[in-house]
């Protein structure tokens, strides 16, 4: 989630020295950030009551919650749903995300003020992001479900997806490829869901290190993704993500997005190196943390 790991670097830079060091202009700090606390010169409470409304997905997540998968939703599915007067759509991206394009009727809400509205228990609740990092939707949902919410449920592949299905949107959607591209760091962030197929075109191989679950691909072609799904092995797969050596155009994204529905599809394809300078980021991270930040004194 863009939005969500921008917000990790502020929370972040005066945590994790070693880290920061190693970002280069422009360059976003993995998921992995969130959860360090920030240095700071004052003490505070801790809690999610300053969160922004359609902020991070799930800064905080309960101890002991698991992801849920069995809460995904397919688009076609909830377009069939739309209609029914028990339904509440709850868009957790940005506000400026959501000012730009939404699924009507969706109404923009942050996860910290969802939990909180207990008049929403009883209601058909869907939970939507933008197709990015949705493991943590899936956790949002687990949690939910913890707290009494009787139906809830994620859109998978999030407004990415229901665009791929040409379905209704109010504002203006920048294009459907342009949603599922990856930058080296969320492909490494997507890498860490269990449930996501990781598929790798063959010219990026050297990708497998590191990355148990990877499955090589003769070639990046709707016909070899979708034999993949096929693959028994793969049953309950929440998304696919493609890695390709391969500089795909849009038109190219948007025809292998129609060909998996209703899985959504996400795409990288940058090289080895700039994946490889990302472990290298992340390395640094998993060093940071280890040390543990520098915390204030309080009450002196």
């Known amino acids: 989630m863009n939005s969500f790991l921008r917000s990790a670097l502020c929370a972040c830079c005066l945590a994790v020295p070693l880290a920061h ?4 202009p422009g360059t976003q700090p993995p998921a992995a950030l969130d959860g360090i606390p920030a240095t700071g010169s004052s003490c505070g409470r801790d809690d999610d009551s300053s969160e922004p409304a359609g902020g991070a997905i799930a800064r905080k997540n309960p101890a002991g919650d698991a992801a849920n998968y069995d809460c995904a939703l397919d688009a076609d599915k909830l377009q069939a749903m739309l209609s029914a ?3 509440m759509l709850a868009d957790l991206r940005s506000p400026a995300a959501f000012a730009a394009f939404h699924i009507p009727p969706a109404v923009n809400v942050s996860p910290g003020a969802l939990a909180s509205k207990s008049y929403w228990r009883n209601k058909r609740l869907v939970l939507i992001g933008d197709g990015k990092g949705e493991h943590e939707l899936y956790v949002q949902c687990a949690h939910l479900k913890r ?3 009787a139906h809830v449920q994620v859109l ?3 407004v990415a997806q229901w665009q791929a299905h040409a379905l209704p949107l109010n504002g203006r959607a920048p ?3 342009a949603q599922i591209r990856l930058s080296a760091t969320e492909f490494w962030q997507e890498t860490r869901n269990p449930r996501n197929l990781v598929l790798l075109d063959t010219r990026l191989a050297a990708l497998a290190h590191g990355l148990a679950s990877a499955r090589t691909i003769p070639a990046p072609t709707a016909e070899a993704i979708v034999g993949a799904l096929r693959d028994r092995r793969n049953a309950g797969v929440t998304a696919i993500v493609l890695a390709t050596a391969d500089g795909f155009v849009d038109a190219r994204i948007e025809e292998l997005s129609r060909a998996v529905r209703p899985v959504p599809i996400l795409v990288y394809s940058g090289s080895v190196d700039e994946y490889r300078n990302q472990l290298a980021l992340q390395q ?3 060093k940071a943390r280890e040390q543990g930040p520098r915390t204030p ?4």
């Open 21 to 24: 060091a190693q970002l280069s």
């Open 85 to 87: 007067p028990n339904l």
């Open 147 to 149: 707290r009494g919410y």
């Open 156 to 158: 998978r592949g999030g």
């Open 175 to 177: 294009a459907l490829a």
């Open 284 to 286: 640094a991270v998993w």
């Open 297 to 300: 004194r309080c009450g002196t």
